[in-house]
Protein backbone atom coordinates (compact mmCIF):
# COMPACT_ATOMS: atom_id res chain seq x y z
CA UNK A 1 0.00 0.00 0.00
CA UNK A 2 2.52 2.61 0.85
CA UNK A 3 5.10 2.65 -1.84
CA UNK A 4 4.87 7.02 -2.56
CA UNK A 5 7.15 9.39 -0.16
CA UNK A 6 4.33 12.10 0.79
CA UNK A 7 4.53 15.39 -1.28
CA UNK A 8 6.14 18.77 0.15
CA UNK A 9 3.14 20.27 0.79
CA UNK A 10 2.03 17.56 2.66
CA UNK A 11 4.45 17.29 5.48
CA UNK A 12 2.03 20.20 7.99
CA UNK A 13 -0.91 18.12 7.14
CA UNK A 14 0.60 14.67 7.79
CA UNK A 15 2.01 16.09 11.10
CA UNK A 16 -0.91 17.23 12.31
CA UNK A 17 -3.13 13.85 11.15
CA UNK A 18 -0.70 12.35 13.55
CA UNK A 19 -1.04 14.24 16.59
CA UNK A 20 -4.86 12.40 16.16
CA UNK A 21 -3.37 8.78 16.64
CA UNK A 22 -3.54 8.89 20.55
CA UNK A 23 -6.87 10.07 20.38
CA UNK A 24 -8.67 8.72 16.96
CA UNK A 25 -11.51 9.73 16.02
CA UNK A 26 -13.80 6.52 14.58
CA UNK A 27 -14.14 8.10 11.19
CA UNK A 28 -11.75 10.56 9.34
CA UNK A 29 -12.66 12.09 6.26
CA UNK A 30 -9.97 13.94 4.05
CA UNK A 31 -11.03 16.85 1.94
CA UNK A 32 -9.20 17.53 -1.01
CA UNK A 33 -8.67 18.92 -4.42
CA UNK A 34 -8.34 16.05 -7.17
CA UNK A 35 -5.15 15.02 -8.73
CA UNK A 36 -2.75 16.84 -5.07
CA UNK A 37 -1.63 13.34 -4.04
CA UNK A 38 -4.76 12.42 -1.38
CA UNK A 39 -4.45 8.83 -2.06
CA UNK A 40 -0.42 9.44 -1.11
CA UNK A 41 -1.42 11.32 2.50
CA UNK A 42 -4.11 8.93 3.01
CA UNK A 43 -1.81 5.76 3.00
CA UNK A 44 1.21 6.81 4.92
CA UNK A 45 -1.31 8.11 7.67
CA UNK A 46 -3.06 5.10 7.48
CA UNK A 47 0.60 3.46 8.05
CA UNK A 48 1.24 5.45 10.78
CA UNK A 49 -1.87 4.37 12.79
CA UNK A 50 -1.01 0.67 12.04
CA UNK A 51 2.50 1.15 12.89
CA UNK A 52 3.81 -1.12 15.54
CA UNK A 53 6.23 2.02 16.46
CA UNK A 54 4.64 4.58 17.38
CA UNK A 55 7.73 7.16 16.93
CA UNK A 56 8.32 6.15 13.38
CA UNK A 57 7.16 8.87 10.79
CA UNK A 58 8.22 7.20 7.77
CA UNK A 59 6.86 4.01 6.92
CA UNK A 60 8.45 3.96 4.19
CA UNK A 61 11.97 3.16 5.79
CA UNK A 62 10.45 1.45 9.64
CA UNK A 63 10.87 -2.09 9.73
CA UNK A 64 7.81 -2.88 12.26
CA UNK A 65 5.77 -5.98 11.01
CA UNK A 66 3.14 -3.50 10.57
CA UNK A 67 5.17 -1.40 8.17
CA UNK A 68 6.93 -4.01 6.27
CA UNK A 69 3.30 -5.99 5.49
CA UNK A 70 2.01 -2.92 4.39
CA UNK A 71 4.19 -2.14 1.90
CA UNK A 72 3.65 -5.99 1.09
CA UNK A 73 0.00 -5.18 0.96
CA UNK A 74 -0.78 -7.48 2.97
CA UNK A 75 -1.73 -6.26 6.22
CA UNK A 76 -4.44 -8.37 8.38
CA UNK A 77 -5.98 -5.13 9.86
CA UNK A 78 -6.33 -3.25 6.55
CA UNK A 79 -9.56 -3.27 4.14
CA UNK A 80 -9.76 -1.25 1.16
CA UNK A 81 -13.79 -1.21 0.93
CA UNK A 82 -14.02 -0.91 -2.97
CA UNK A 83 -16.04 -1.83 -5.81
CA UNK A 84 -15.83 -6.29 -6.16
CA UNK A 85 -13.75 -5.72 -9.51
CA UNK A 86 -14.04 -9.74 -9.66
CA UNK A 87 -17.37 -9.71 -10.50
CA UNK A 88 -17.31 -6.98 -12.70
CA UNK A 89 -20.76 -5.86 -12.43
CA UNK A 90 -20.79 -2.44 -11.38
CA UNK A 91 -18.77 0.09 -10.47
CA UNK A 92 -19.88 1.30 -7.33
CA UNK A 93 -19.36 0.03 -3.70
CA UNK A 94 -22.71 -2.06 -3.03
CA UNK A 95 -24.46 -3.34 0.28
CA UNK A 96 -22.51 -6.56 -0.16
CA UNK A 97 -19.04 -4.89 -0.29
CA UNK A 98 -20.49 -3.28 3.21
CA UNK A 99 -21.32 -6.04 4.62
CA UNK A 100 -18.23 -7.54 4.33
CA UNK A 101 -16.58 -4.50 5.84
CA UNK A 102 -18.57 -4.73 9.25
CA UNK A 103 -17.70 -8.54 8.95
CA UNK A 104 -14.14 -7.41 8.68
CA UNK A 105 -14.21 -4.72 11.77
CA UNK A 106 -15.92 -7.44 14.20
CA UNK A 107 -12.83 -9.20 14.75
CA UNK A 108 -10.85 -7.26 16.68
CA UNK A 109 -6.77 -6.64 15.06
CA UNK A 110 -4.30 -9.69 14.35
CA UNK A 111 -1.44 -7.30 14.58
CA UNK A 112 -1.74 -3.70 15.31
CA UNK A 113 -3.00 -1.66 17.47
CA UNK A 114 -6.08 -1.12 15.26
CA UNK A 115 -7.91 -2.11 12.17
CA UNK A 116 -8.50 0.50 9.47
CA UNK A 117 -11.10 0.50 6.54
CA UNK A 118 -10.12 2.55 3.94
CA UNK A 119 -12.60 4.37 1.38
CA UNK A 120 -10.40 5.68 -1.30
CA UNK A 121 -13.57 6.86 -3.02
CA UNK A 122 -16.95 8.09 -1.47
CA UNK A 123 -18.57 8.88 -4.80
CA UNK A 124 -18.35 5.09 -5.25
CA UNK A 125 -21.26 4.59 -2.56
CA UNK A 126 -24.77 4.09 -3.54
CA UNK A 127 -26.90 5.36 -1.51
CA UNK A 128 -28.05 2.07 0.22
CA UNK A 129 -23.89 0.83 0.70
CA UNK A 130 -23.98 4.39 2.40
CA UNK A 131 -26.37 4.03 4.91
CA UNK A 132 -25.60 0.41 5.82
CA UNK A 133 -21.98 1.81 6.69
CA UNK A 134 -23.66 4.30 8.66
CA UNK A 135 -24.88 1.89 11.01
CA UNK A 136 -21.11 0.80 11.68
CA UNK A 137 -20.24 4.20 12.28
CA UNK A 138 -22.98 5.01 14.85
CA UNK A 139 -21.35 2.85 17.54
CA UNK A 140 -18.01 1.28 15.74
CA UNK A 141 -16.06 -0.81 18.30
CA UNK A 142 -12.95 1.25 19.70
CA UNK A 143 -9.97 -0.37 17.68
CA UNK A 144 -11.93 1.30 14.49
CA UNK A 145 -10.81 3.52 12.29
CA UNK A 146 -12.51 4.61 8.95
CA UNK A 147 -10.43 6.77 6.96
CA UNK A 148 -12.73 8.59 3.64
CA UNK A 149 -11.77 10.59 0.93
CA UNK A 150 -13.67 12.99 -1.29
CA UNK A 151 -13.19 16.01 -3.15
CA UNK A 152 -16.76 17.06 -2.78
CA UNK A 153 -18.80 17.38 0.58
CA UNK A 154 -21.48 18.18 -1.49
CA UNK A 155 -22.05 14.36 -2.77
CA UNK A 156 -21.87 12.79 0.43
CA UNK A 157 -25.13 12.09 2.65
CA UNK A 158 -25.33 14.39 5.42
CA UNK A 159 -25.92 11.84 7.75
CA UNK A 160 -22.45 10.04 6.57
CA UNK A 161 -20.19 13.75 7.05
CA UNK A 162 -22.04 14.59 10.76
CA UNK A 163 -20.45 10.81 11.38
CA UNK A 164 -16.84 11.79 10.34
CA UNK A 165 -13.88 14.45 11.65
CA UNK A 166 -13.03 16.57 8.55
CA UNK A 167 -9.95 17.32 7.52
CA UNK A 168 -9.58 19.74 4.58
CA UNK A 169 -5.66 19.32 3.10
CA UNK A 170 -4.01 22.10 1.71
CA UNK A 171 -3.73 22.45 -1.90
CA UNK A 172 0.60 23.49 -2.98
CA UNK A 173 0.37 27.17 -4.39
CA UNK A 174 1.16 27.49 -8.01
CA UNK A 175 4.96 28.05 -7.47
CA UNK A 176 5.49 24.74 -5.08
CA UNK A 177 3.87 22.80 -7.48
CA UNK A 178 5.75 24.31 -10.17
CA UNK A 179 9.21 23.75 -8.75
CA UNK A 180 7.70 20.19 -8.28
CA UNK A 181 7.32 19.21 -11.56
CA UNK A 182 10.25 20.99 -12.58
CA UNK A 183 12.64 18.86 -10.16
CA UNK A 184 11.05 15.52 -11.28
CA UNK A 185 10.66 16.33 -14.73
CA UNK A 186 7.40 15.50 -15.23
CA UNK A 187 6.97 14.33 -18.97
CA UNK A 188 5.23 17.57 -21.40
CA UNK A 189 5.14 19.60 -18.41
CA UNK A 190 4.12 22.49 -20.06
CA UNK A 191 1.36 20.68 -21.79
CA UNK A 192 -0.26 20.19 -18.59
CA UNK A 193 -0.37 22.81 -16.76
CA UNK A 194 -2.14 24.16 -19.89
CA UNK A 195 -4.89 21.41 -19.40
CA UNK A 196 -5.31 21.94 -16.11
CA UNK A 197 -5.29 25.72 -16.66
CA UNK A 198 -2.36 26.45 -14.56
CA UNK A 199 -3.49 24.16 -11.98
CA UNK A 200 -0.46 22.13 -11.26
CA UNK A 201 -0.84 18.55 -11.25
CA UNK A 202 0.99 15.87 -9.61
CA UNK A 203 -0.62 12.58 -10.53
CA UNK A 204 -0.31 12.48 -14.13
CA UNK A 205 -3.18 10.01 -15.63
CA UNK A 206 -1.13 8.63 -18.84
CA UNK A 207 2.08 8.16 -20.64
CA UNK A 208 3.70 10.53 -22.83
CA UNK A 209 3.19 7.70 -25.35
CA UNK A 210 -0.22 6.85 -24.17
CA UNK A 211 -1.36 11.00 -24.42
CA UNK A 212 0.50 10.72 -28.08
CA UNK A 213 -2.08 7.52 -28.82
CA UNK A 214 -4.86 9.88 -27.70
CA UNK A 215 -3.98 13.05 -29.86
CA UNK A 216 -2.92 11.13 -32.97
CA UNK A 217 -6.46 9.80 -33.47
CA UNK A 218 -7.84 13.08 -32.53
CA UNK A 219 -6.13 14.97 -35.01
CA UNK A 220 -6.49 11.97 -37.45
CA UNK A 221 -9.65 9.82 -36.72
CA UNK A 222 -9.13 7.18 -38.96
CA UNK A 223 -10.01 3.45 -38.64
CA UNK A 224 -6.61 2.62 -37.92
CA UNK A 225 -6.12 4.85 -35.07
CA UNK A 226 -9.88 4.71 -33.59
CA UNK A 227 -9.01 0.54 -33.13
CA UNK A 228 -5.41 1.30 -31.64
CA UNK A 229 -6.67 4.12 -29.30
CA UNK A 230 -9.71 2.03 -28.01
CA UNK A 231 -7.60 -1.05 -26.90
CA UNK A 232 -5.43 0.98 -24.65
CA UNK A 233 -7.93 3.61 -23.32
CA UNK A 234 -10.57 0.77 -22.52
CA UNK A 235 -11.37 1.66 -18.92
CA UNK A 236 -9.08 -0.52 -16.72
CA UNK A 237 -5.90 1.50 -16.31
CA UNK A 238 -7.11 4.69 -17.44
CA UNK A 239 -10.42 5.77 -16.45
CA UNK A 240 -13.59 6.47 -18.81
CA UNK A 241 -13.62 9.37 -16.94
CA UNK A 242 -10.42 11.04 -18.06
CA UNK A 243 -11.24 10.06 -21.68
CA UNK A 244 -14.44 12.25 -21.54
CA UNK A 245 -13.03 15.22 -19.51
CA UNK A 246 -9.84 15.26 -22.44
CA UNK A 247 -12.39 14.70 -24.95
CA UNK A 248 -14.87 17.63 -23.61
CA UNK A 249 -11.84 19.84 -23.74
CA UNK A 250 -10.58 19.15 -26.96
CA UNK A 251 -14.11 19.95 -28.28
CA UNK A 252 -14.26 22.91 -26.32
CA UNK A 253 -11.23 24.37 -28.32
CA UNK A 254 -12.15 23.21 -31.63
CA UNK A 255 -15.32 25.47 -30.99
CA UNK A 256 -13.59 27.88 -29.80
CA UNK A 257 -11.02 28.00 -32.56
CA UNK A 258 -13.83 28.13 -35.19
CA UNK A 259 -15.61 31.25 -33.63
CA UNK A 260 -12.23 33.07 -33.98
CA UNK A 261 -10.94 32.55 -30.25
CA UNK A 262 -8.21 31.27 -28.82
CA UNK A 263 -7.20 27.41 -27.49
CA UNK A 264 -7.76 27.33 -23.92
CA UNK A 265 -6.25 23.72 -23.36
CA UNK A 266 -4.34 22.32 -26.43
CA UNK A 267 -2.33 25.59 -27.50
CA UNK A 268 0.66 23.52 -27.66
CA UNK A 269 -1.31 21.54 -30.97
CA UNK A 270 -2.75 24.53 -32.36
CA UNK A 271 -0.61 23.98 -35.71
CA UNK A 272 -1.84 20.42 -35.31
CA UNK A 273 -5.60 21.85 -34.96
CA UNK A 274 -5.91 24.39 -37.20
CA UNK A 275 -5.93 22.04 -40.42
CA UNK A 276 -9.12 20.23 -39.03
CA UNK A 277 -11.31 23.69 -38.98
CA UNK A 278 -12.13 23.29 -42.72
CA UNK A 279 -13.58 20.36 -41.97
CA UNK A 280 -15.75 20.67 -38.52
CA UNK A 281 -19.78 20.54 -39.16
CA UNK A 282 -20.89 22.57 -36.40
CA UNK A 283 -23.84 21.08 -35.38
CA UNK A 284 -22.39 17.91 -35.43
CA UNK A 285 -19.85 19.25 -32.94
CA UNK A 286 -22.27 20.62 -30.49
CA UNK A 287 -24.55 17.20 -30.60
CA UNK A 288 -21.02 15.21 -29.82
CA UNK A 289 -20.43 17.68 -27.38
CA UNK A 290 -23.67 17.09 -25.79
CA UNK A 291 -23.33 13.36 -25.63
CA UNK A 292 -19.99 13.68 -23.57
CA UNK A 293 -21.94 15.66 -20.91
CA UNK A 294 -24.52 12.85 -21.02
CA UNK A 295 -21.78 10.36 -20.54
CA UNK A 296 -20.18 12.12 -17.40
CA UNK A 297 -22.85 11.56 -15.29
CA UNK A 298 -22.12 7.70 -16.05
CA UNK A 299 -18.65 7.46 -15.87
CA UNK A 300 -18.51 5.50 -12.69
CA UNK A 301 -21.65 3.05 -13.68
CA UNK A 302 -20.59 -0.92 -15.29
CA UNK A 303 -20.45 -0.16 -18.75
CA UNK A 304 -18.13 -1.60 -21.68
CA UNK A 305 -15.97 1.24 -21.44
CA UNK A 306 -13.73 -0.03 -24.16
CA UNK A 307 -16.76 -0.14 -26.72
CA UNK A 308 -17.82 3.56 -25.44
CA UNK A 309 -15.05 4.86 -26.06
CA UNK A 310 -14.22 2.90 -29.54
CA UNK A 311 -18.13 4.55 -30.34
CA UNK A 312 -17.77 7.86 -29.16
CA UNK A 313 -14.36 7.90 -31.61
CA UNK A 314 -16.88 6.51 -34.33
CA UNK A 315 -18.89 9.65 -33.48
CA UNK A 316 -16.00 11.97 -33.44
CA UNK A 317 -15.00 11.04 -36.61
CA UNK A 318 -18.10 11.72 -38.33
CA UNK A 319 -18.19 15.38 -37.22
CA UNK A 320 -15.89 15.84 -40.09
CA UNK A 321 -16.81 16.31 -43.64
CA UNK A 322 -15.06 13.48 -45.81
Partial sequence: MVDNKLYPW???????????????????????????????????FIASV????????????????SCVLLRESSHPDLFYLTPDISEAKTKNITIKNVREAIEFVSLTPHLSPYKVVFIEDVTQLTQNSANGLLKVLEEPPKYVIFVLISNNIGDMLPTLIS?????????????????????????????????????????????????????????????????????????????????ITFLSKWVSDLATLSSGGSLHYFSDYKDLITPLLSKIQLNKLFYFYDKLNFLSEWVNHPLNYQSQTENLLFQYQQVFQI
Avoid: H
Fill in 10 to 44: QINDFTKLRQLIDKLPSAILLLGQNNIGVEVLASN
Fill in 163 to 243: RCYKYKLLSPSYDEGLEYLEINKIDNMKFWLAYYQNCPLFEVEVTLEQLGLLTAVLIKPSVDNIFNASQVFNGKTISFEFI
Fill in 50 to 65: LCNLKTTSDPLLCECN
